[in-house]
């Protein structure tokens, strides 16, 4: 695959949906970094559902430590992992009053550091809530950058890396949320929609359904 036929790409994704954006609901940096945690191996409508209860009782680093453990658990029973994500979200709140007076870091670094938050969830905070052209690679875009010869790469940093190098600049800011809505509605893993795909005769996947 060319520059051109890349460029074309996110032509038409644009055309498609010219303002995309994360399906997490959040009013906040920290409610955004609280709803990615959580939806580590969960789906964004699982999330939100729980999120739409918690963030009406604590919604701030020092609420949720308020909250407590049992508390905080109470709220996201029903996500995969809560266990492991309760603890993790509250030792995050710690950090984030101690290091960084109570404030969400702009940094990859100072995100990564935090207990919970890997480069995925670091890359999507950055994007989302401060307008940094980071690029989150999760099982949707490492799907599509590769079944489309977008960005192939063997694991999820190789892809990120390539789609840095490859999405042309003026498409980067908004590259993770239309690969991630496309690999989640349109190319899909069992069997891709092709027939309502808007980049079908660009795409060099040799198993099109359609």
Same mark, same amino acid.
């Given at each position: 695959m060319n520059a051109a036929q890349r460029s074309e790409i996110f032509r038409r994704l644009k055309r498609a949906n010219p303002a995309p954006t994360t399906e997490?609901?959040?009013g906040t940096p920290f409610e955004l970094l609280v709803s990615v945690i959580l939806s580590?191996?969960?789906?964004?409508?699982s999330v939100n559902k729980a999120t739409a209860e918690l963030f009406k009782v604590a919604n701030t680093p020092r609420q949720l430590l308020d909250l407590g453990l049992r508390g905080l658990k109470r709220h996201i029973k029903t996500i995969g992992l809560y266990n492991t994500k309760a603890a993790n979200i509250l030792k995050?709140? %710690?950090?984030?009053?101690?290091? !960084?007076?109570?404030?969400v870091p702009h940094t990859r670094e100072e995100l990564q550091a935090l207990p919970g938050v890997g480069r995925k969830t670091a890359n999507v905070v950055l994007n989302t809530a401060f307008?940094?052209?980071t690029i989150a690679?999760?099982? !949707?875009?490492? %799907?599509?950058?590769?079944?489309?010869?977008?960005a192939p790469g063997k694991n999820v940093r190789a892809v990120e890396d390539r789609l840095h190098a490859e999405v042309p600049a003026r498409y980067r800011q908004d590259a993770h949320h239309w690969l991630i809505l496309h690999g989640r509605y349109t190319c899909i893993a069992r069997k891709p929609r092709c027939g309502s795909c808007v980049i079908y005769d660009l795409c060099e996947y040799p198993d099109k359904t359609e």
């Amino acid at each position: 695959m060319n520059a051109a036929q890349r460029s074309e790409i996110f032509r038409r994704l644009k055309r498609a949906n010219p303002a995309p954006t994360t399906e997490l609901k959040y009013g906040t940096p920290f409610e955004l970094l609280v709803s990615v945690i959580l939806s580590a191996q969960a789906t964004d409508k699982s999330v939100n559902k729980a999120t739409a209860e918690l963030f009406k009782v604590a919604n701030t680093p020092r609420q949720l430590l308020d909250l407590g453990l049992r508390g905080l658990k109470r709220h996201i029973k029903t996500i995969g992992l809560y266990n492991t994500k309760a603890a993790n979200i509250l030792k995050t709140c %710690r950090l984030l009053l101690e290091r !960084h007076r109570g404030q969400v870091p702009h940094t990859r670094e100072e995100l990564q550091a935090l207990p919970g938050v890997g480069r995925k969830t670091a890359n999507v905070v950055l994007n989302t809530a401060f307008g940094h052209p980071t690029i989150a690679v999760d099982t !949707h875009i490492f %799907r599509v950058a590769n079944r489309t010869g977008l960005a192939p790469g063997k694991n999820v940093r190789a892809v990120e890396d390539r789609l840095h190098a490859e999405v042309p600049a003026r498409y980067r800011q908004d590259a993770h949320h239309w690969l991630i809505l496309h690999g989640r509605y349109t190319c899909i893993a069992r069997k891709p929609r092709c027939g309502s795909c808007v980049i079908y005769d660009l795409c060099e996947y040799p198993d099109k359904t359609e």
